[in-house]
């Protein structure tokens, strides 16, 4: 949440045209009560894109999965992944895998509510959960509502005792549960998630699930993406050629929003990590962490700050 925006995955579709980007994610009652247009609104070039819904009211997630069908987007997915308190309060989120029953009962609803594919992303295990057993359950259960992609993030969920960022981090990843998943349930398609961050490690993941979902890595070192399109998903290119034809590539769409009202850093920010490990990197994102906000920003100060990312001057030889 608060990083996955229009802009962020506008920026990210100047890298890969195949992959799947997916919203940060959007509670029901912020849909149902709350400005639809500015939390569905997307850019058309981010197809293929998938909404991503928090909830656990079967009508509202239904009305909800219409909502994102309505503004065209190619999927929902239904999170029962985040484990933050106020999601916990809301009774969705995490804890939801403890109501197996409840999240098929969301799927089947928002199934009939919409023609597109209804997704659930969730984790292997919460709290009290410490069995592979209740893991296949879990899917088992929610299948029968119709799912037939999970997501899985390969960490547990502790819901009383570590802060979401620490949910990341602490719990002992498990892949090997994720791929037996698939194992079992070798008609539905598994999708890994958590701790990968090199597409070579993707090719590893590839040969025992379906698919690899990428969050933080991606999003702090968004160049990875630039090779996802050619090295996994079949294309006889690379979607971009140089870190410089990404960002004159968003110069247009930075332009337009900018006369809507926007400030550069609302995209700028998501391409800090562009020159990541490169000559320049740092200044490249200082700079754009000192000015991108200011009101008279444009886009000149993003190539200003490119520029500090040329290549260095060779260093001259003395011979004798």
Known sequence: MDWTDRHCRRFWRTLTRRARVYTEMVTTGALLHGDVERHLRFN???HPVALQLGGAVPE???QCAALGEEWDYDEINLNCGCPSDRVQNGRF???LMAEPTLVRDCVAAMRAACDIPVTVKHRIG???QECYSELVDFVGTVAEGGAEVF???ARKAWLQGLSPKENREVPPLNYPWVHQLKRDFPDLTIVINGGIETLEACEQQLE???GVMLGRAAYQNP????EVDSLLLGALKAACGSREDAIE???PYIEEQLSEGARLHHVTRHMLGLYQGQYGGRQYRRHLSEHAHKAESNADTLMEAMAFCAAPPARAVALR
Do not use: P, Q
């Not at 160049?223 to 630039?226: A, E, G, K, V």
């Open 208 to 210: 025992h699930v379906d």
């Open 44 to 46: 058309n070039e981010e």
């Open 223 to 226: 160049w990875l993406l630039s």
């Open 60 to 62: 509202e997630l239904a």
């Open 126 to 128: 919460i709290d009290h």
């Open 151 to 153: 997501m899985v993030h």
């Open 93 to 95: 989120g995490a804890c």
């Open 249 to 251: 590539t968003m110069l």
